[in-house]
Nanobody, 122 residues
Framework: QVQLVESGGGLVQVGGSLRLSCAAS????????MDWYRQAPGKERELVAP???????NYADSVKGRFTASRDNVKNTVYLQMNSLKPEDTAVYYC????????????????WGSGTQVTVSS
């Protein structure tokens, strides 16, 4: 089976930094887009940064200039470097990926990690 595991979350003060990682493992033939989402209590899940295999990343307006997403296709891992953190960045951050598990056929599936908590305090 395919598994996405996020790591790197935690408690940080305003203005601090965190680096999140998400590693995909299991039955993987090919990975298309990998994305970072976040969801704060009482709010809808928000797309933070889509990361296509070779294209540029379109960051959400709320994080532009502060967050940087990157991807290592050899390790099937994506990262989210978060700088100048604000209290409004507090949320559960989720990794998402569209993956083809088998080399045969043309079926792609959407997978989600379980999330990692990021809390920004003053």
């Amino acid at each position: 089976q395919v598994q996405l595991v996020e790591s790197g979350g935690g408690l940080v003060q305003v203005g601090g930094s965190l680096r999140l990682s998400c590693a995909a493992s299991g039955s993987i033939f090919s990975i298309d887009v990998m994305d970072w989402y976040r969801q704060a209590p009482g709010k809808e899940r928000e797309l933070v940064a889509p990361i296509p295999p070779g294209g540029s990343t379109n960051y959400a307006d709320s994080v532009k200039g502060r967050f940087t997403a990157s991807r290592d296709n050899v390790k099937n891992t994506v990262y989210l470097q978060m700088n100048s953190l604000k209290p409004e960045d507090t949320a559960v951050y989720y990794c998402h990926a569209v993956i083809k598990p088998s080399p045969y056929g043309g079926t792609w599936f959407s997978y989600w990690g379980s999330g990692t908590q990021v809390t920004v305090s003053s």
